[in-house]
Every structure is written in structure tokens, then in C-alpha cells.
């Protein structure tokens, strides 16, 4: 499976971000879906994820609410709609992929995915 992260950006304080990730490959139907988020100096930090169909998510408990993922398998396509963007949200955004079982929603953990794309520089500064 490949992964093809797009839309980020500069955006203001307060401002809102659309970040989508196509998928590539053999049974990408088959992955649920998540987004993870990097920012210098930092570690690694799980945003949200999706399961294989799209009707269960998970977030990070800090970010529920500004953040929203959704998924059109029709497209292959994973997204992440930001709104209310802070200044810390500012990272690079990844997009990764996890085989899973049924309506799974993968958690947190890094390890639970199997493939990830590059990112995409989401910066949020006035």
C-alpha cells in the first residue's frame, strides 16, 4: 500500500486546513486508516484513525472536536478536516495504513500500523 499525503499549509490562527491522503494498492478496502503528527524536537503523536468502513473513529482526546477524519473508499482517499488551528498544531502531518480485522479501529500505537506515507508541513502562524 502506498500513501500520498496533501493539503497542507500555512493558515492563520483560527483558520481551517483539509489534509487528504490517497492510498495505492492491493486491498487498501481491507486497512483502516490514520493520521499522525510530528512537530520538531518532538516525538510522534497519534491525531486520529478510522476503521475499514469509515463508521468508527478515534482521536486523540485533545483534539476531538476541532479535528474530524473521514474516508471515501470510492476514491481510496483518507482526510483530516483542522479547524480552529493553534500555533502548536504546527507539524508535519502523516498519513498511515493498518490491516486490520473487520470494523477494527486501530489505537494510538505506531506499531498497529503497517505502512505510512510522507508527510505534509502543516504550519499555523499569523
Known amino acids: 500500500v502506498q500513501l500520498q499525503a496533501s493539503g497542507g499549509g500555512l493558515v492563520q490562527p483560527g483558520g481551517s486546513l483539509r489534509l487528504s491522503c490517497a492510498a495505492s494498492g492491493r486491498q487498501v478496502s481491507r486497512y483502516a486508516l490514520g493520521w499522525f503528527r510530528q512537530a520538531p524536537g518532538k516525538e510522534r503523536e497519534f491525531v486520529a484513525s478510522?476503521?475499514?468502513?469509515?463508521?468508527?473513529?478515534n482521536y486523540a482526546g485533545s483534539l476531538e472536536g476541532r479535528f474530524t477524519i473521514s474516508r471515501d473508499n470510492a476514491k481510496n482517499t483518507v482526510y483530516l478536516q483542522m479547524n480552529s488551528l493553534k500555533p502548536e498544531d504546527t507539524a508535519v502531518y502523516h498519513c498511515a495504513a493498518a490491516w486490520v480485522i473487520s470494523s477494527v479501529v486501530p489505537g494510538a500505537a505506531a506499531s498497529q500500523y503497517n505502512y505510512w506515507g510522507q508527510g505534509t508541513q502543516v504550519t499555523v502562524s499569523s
Open positions: 478510522i476503521s475499514r468502513g469509515g463508521g468508527s473513529t
